[in-house]
């Protein structure tokens, strides 16, 4: 098989559990390696292998129960859904109420202009008609 230049053909596969580094090899520090010394006796040891072979045996599955008891399904009665839009957003309260727009908020969020979110409330405060002199400090005060 023809490779680039630099590249070495080598048959070498290390697994990365045998990689060793230059100061492990060279100083040896035992910290990091394990060694299984016989720090049981004879009952622990039976206790230990008769724990391991309870883990290796799967119990069997038992079918999942609900934890809680609803009426929901049989409370439940399918609506008429004819000349509604499947996917339509219908917004209510929790008493079933349609909601009410928020007029603060569609002026704040620059959704709706400050003068046209009161006509979003239901009401309008510029229907007046103008006045016919004009409004100022003097004109309001009550000191003559």
């Known amino acids: 098989m023809e490779t680039f230049g630099r590249v ?17 090899s060279t100083h040896n520090h ?3 390696n394990y060694r299984e010394t016989a720090m049981h006796g004879k009952r622990s040891t039976m206790m230990m292998q008769k724990a391991l072979e309870e883990a290796v045996q799967e119990p069997e599955q038992e079918p999942k129960k609900m934890s ?14 004819t ?21 603060v908020f569609l002026a704040e969020s620059k959704i709706v ?5 009161d006509l979003v409330r239901g ?3 510029n229907t007046g008609q ?9 004109s309001t005060t009550n000191i003559k």
């Open 8 to 24: 070495f053909e080598h048959s070498d596969n290390l697994q990365s559990k045998d990689w060793i580094t230059h100061n492990h």
């Open 30 to 32: 035992s910290q990091g």
């Open 68 to 81: 809680f008891e609803t009426s929901q399904r049989e409370a439940y009665t399918e609506n008429d859904l």
């Open 83 to 103: 000349g509604l839009t499947v996917g339509a957003r219908v917004m209510k309260t929790q008493d079933g109420k349609p909601v009410k727009r928020d007029h």
């Open 113 to 117: 202009d400050r003068y046209r979110a």
């Open 123 to 125: 009401r309008e405060f």
């Open 130 to 138: 103008p006045p016919e002199a004009a409004v100022t400090i003097y």
